[in-house]
């Protein structure tokens, strides 16, 4: 059984834990510096080096990040939470476009739906839609940075990395709690 993160435990080290959901279980990874990546279910992250979240720790600790990202997402999911306030610990290349993309999809309001050329154009290059799809596609932390509030202009819903029935899903569940 894996113990939790103790005092001097580097600061680096990342640990797991998983929620269910309304969309299935999702794995969450972080260190102290934040959270770093979620997953659903079905994605096969590779936590053998990671510790499994088992007790709550100290503050600024790992399991408090991982304890604090599975509270605000259970928030979200019982409609009393529309904005996540929590660190986040994603590398990013200023100058690099997806990054920037990343970075201005947590300008989208709860309940709102930008186009892929919206989030182009808010990422500083408005020719760019296609890599702004790529850019959601490649979002380590869907649900708390909201790729899926990004659709295609031509209507529909587009593709997902959780799947489009979880993204008809989030989508609803903002529209119903506006």
Known sequence: ??????????????????????????????????????????????????QRLTDVTEPGSAGAVLVDASQQIAEYFAGTRREFKLLLAVPATPRAFRDRAQRALRDIPFGERWTYSALATAAGSAQAARAAGSACASNPLPIVVPCHRVVPASGGLGSYRGGVAAKRLLLEHEAGNQ
Request: glycine share 10%.
């Open 1 to 50: 059984m894996a113990t939790a993160l103790r005092k001097d435990s580097p600061p680096n080290m990342h640990m797991w834990t998983s929620l269910d959901t309304p969309l299935g279980r999702l794995t969450l990874v972080g260190s102290a510096q934040g959270l770093s990546h979620v997953y659903f279910d079905g994605e096969s992250p590779d936590l053998g080096s990671m």
